[in-house]
């Protein structure tokens, strides 16, 4: 069979590998003999167009001082509802920023949320011309986080100034990313939570009790406990947390 492209052979479709270089050859299987000396394409290099976070720079963004005093976090909340994802935390044009160069980073907060639609959110998770949000924790409901798996995501957040997601569910991949780098405490609600809390309330989150607090009704909402993520995240993220620990080498 001629391929569409009109050549007798053809490249294979690549799987998006970002920074790899590969050569693939198509051809009938049954035509294929250990004798036969298949031509070898020219070498290609293939580019993705946005960038992921390499374990170096998921280590430089990871911020360990900003996270909370003692075990008590309180804040405005931002409350959206079910099925926010990671295009309308950071919308893919703006991936190219490099969350390890620190004006990169603050820029690349400055863009969290900005998919959210208007007519739904016209209150700003991030005012026009500003850089940094008013509010340290997002109410969610079910499934935040999903779509793509970038960890741009949860850096957007954390870059941006908040500090806390409390969802009723998650993304696995976005929950994980947030415990990498750090940027997030994750927390699940065993309620649905925002029907209970509106944009601009203060709440607080108390660490040891594992309860949110509306401070405006005063009412109180048990949360499942972060287990295992919290010392990671304590820490600043997945890598210091193994440094400090004592998997891999401390940082000379």
Known sequence: MKPKLGFSVALAIPFRICNKQ???????PLSISPSQNIPVLKKKTFHSTSISCSAKQMEQVSKVGKKRSGNLLRGKVFVVRDNIDTDQIIPAEFLTLVPSVPEEYEKLGSYALVGLPEKEYPIRFIEKNQLHTTYTIIIAGNNFGCGSS??????????????????????RIFFRNCSATGELY???????LVNHFHTGEEAEIDFGRNMIRNLSSKEEFELEPLGDVLPVIDAGGLFEYARQSGMIPKQS
């Open 150 to 171: 970038r960890e741009h995501a949860p850096i957007a957040l954390g870059a941006a100034g908040a500090v806390a997601v409390v969802a009723k569910s998650y993304a």
């Open 186 to 192: 994750p927390w699940e609600s065993k309620e649905y």
């Open 22 to 28: 590969f050569i693939s050859h198509i051809c009938k």
